[in-house]
């Protein structure tokens, strides 16, 4: 079994900075693409940032010139780094994966971890 693993969600000022952190673990042959969805309140889940297992990233626009999404590959973890972030932000984080357990990728999902962006 899979499992994702985030951390680093927490309540932060606008202007202010946030790591998240989600490491997989579990039996897998190879994880593709890794990245972080949010859900905001009486909203649909969104696509914030992804990349792959050759370091090509997927930024949404809304924050490209504030979040950073890198990977550590050999310790299977993916981070987002967002800085500036405004109460827009606030919402809970999703971590995603693509992982091979045996022929197929198939997607996994982690709990959540809520971030909220409030003076």
């Known amino acids: 079994q899979v499992q994702l693993v985030e951390s680093g969600g927490g309540l932060v000022q606008p202007g202010g900075s946030l790591r998240l952190s989600c490491a997989a673990s579990g039996r897998f042959l190879s994880i593709n693409s890794m990245g972080w969805y949010r859900q905001a309140p009486g909203k649909q889940r969104e696509l914030v940032a992804a990349i792959t297992s050759g370091g090509m990233t997927n930024v949404a626009d809304s924050v490209k010139r504030r979040f950073t999404i890198s990977r550590d590959t050999a310790k299977n973890t993916v981070y987002l780094q967002m800085n500036s972030l405004q109460p827009e932000d606030t919402a809970v984080y999703y971590c995603?994966?693509?992982?091979?357990?045996?022929?197929?990728?198939?997607?996994?999902w982690g709990q959540g971890t809520q971030v909220t962006v409030s003076r």
């Open positions: 995603n994966a693509a992982v091979k357990v045996v022929v197929n990728f198939l997607t996994y």
